[in-house]
């Protein structure tokens, strides 16, 4: 069983940054992070192949957001710069079901807690 603890979320003013983190207890596939904002459908923001030399995003964090892992620390990173309003959220780190990345949610077998971002205008 793989066990995604998240963190880095907060506060931040509109243009600025945070980086999230997502400790993984046991090996993974491919990993990725998903956001919710009440109302709305859970959607995808980024992804990242096994070994990490495949990265997929999303349009409205494309040159944003940079995905990223660190295998020898079990450790996925979203870097988050140029932060909107719109970008407030929970974010959710994801264990993909193959080493493939993918953007649907159900290619995805295992979710951490979530981190709320909140960006102020």
């Known amino acids: 069983q793989v066990q995604l603890v998240e963190s880095g979320g907060g506060l931040v003013q509109a243009g600025g940054s945070l980086r999230l983190s997502c400790a993984a207890s046991?090996?993974?596939?491919?990993m990725g992070w998903f956001r919710h904002t009440p109302g709305k459908e859970r959607e995808f923001v980024a992804t990242i192949s096994g070994g990490g030399g495949i990265t997929y995003y999303a349009d409205s964090v494309k040159g944003r957001f940079i995905i990223s892992k660190d295998n020898s620390k079990n450790t996925v990173y979203l870097q988050m710069n140029s932060l909107k309003p719109e970008d407030t959220a929970v974010y959710y780190c994801?264990?993909?079901?193959?080493?493939?990345?993918?953007?649907?949610?159900?290619?995805?077998?295992?979710w951490g807690q979530g981190t709320q971002v909140t960006v102020s205008s």
């Open positions: 994801a264990g993909g079901r193959s080493d493939w990345p993918e953007r649907l949610a159900t290619a995805y077998k295992y």
């Open positions: 046991g090996t993974w596939n491919a």
